[in-house]
């Protein structure tokens, strides 16, 4: 095969790599939740119920949680960056998680590993959405 050719299909597949990249992981779901009023109310009263986040920016479902929720922008009031976070989040993390996997959801004295979408977390505290 000619490398001329070979370098163009290697063009092509990169270029729709990241076509994909944008299109479907970057905006998967976020879009629709930003300047949502009712989630800012969720999350709220979610962080009036004390739930907290312990997450890794680097983790996906964590990444997935978050957008679940319009990005981790939207839900710092109950979030706690466990990897790069500030030295105060890290020492949170490594202090008050119960568990070694992200994320990690904590209601009161429960503890969830792994995803919990808006609304379970709304009906864990009994939050309206």
Same mark, same amino acid.
């Given at each position: 095969? *000619?490398?001329?050719v070979?370098?163009i299909?290697?063009?092509?597949?990169?270029?729709g790599?990241?076509i994909?990249?944008?299109? =479907?992981?970057?905006d *998967?779901?976020?879009?629709n939740? +930003?300047g949502n009023?009712?989630?800012?109310e969720?999350?709220? &009263?979610?962080?009036?119920?004390?739930?907290v986040?312990?997450?890794?920016?680097? #983790?996906?479902? &964590? +990444? /997935?949680?978050?957008?679940?929720?319009?990005?981790?922008e939207?839900?710092?009031?109950?979030?706690?960056? &466990?990897? +790069?976070?500030t030295?105060?989040?890290?020492?949170? #993390? +490594?202090?008050?998680? /119960?568990? *070694?996997f992200v994320?990690?959801? /904590?209601?009161?004295?429960?503890v969830?590993?792994?995803?919990?979408?808006p609304?379970?977390?709304?009906?864990? =505290?009994? #939050?309206?959405f």
């Open positions: 095969m *000619n490398k001329n070979l370098a299909i290697i063009s092509v597949l990169i270029v790599f990241v994909f990249y944008i299109a =479907v992981i970057e *998967n779901g976020s879009a939740l +930003t009023g009712e989630m800012t969720l999350i709220d &009263c979610l962080a009036e119920n004390k739930v986040i312990y997450g890794s920016k680097g #983790c996906p479902a &964590c +990444t /997935q949680l978050a957008r679940s929720f319009g990005g981790y939207a839900i710092e009031s109950i979030y706690v960056e &466990c990897s +790069t976070g030295a105060e989040e890290r020492r949170k #993390c +490594t202090e008050e998680m /119960q568990s *070694n994320p990690e959801i /904590q209601i009161e004295d429960e969830y590993e792994g995803n919990k979408d609304a379970s977390l709304a009906e864990a =505290v009994n #939050c309206e």
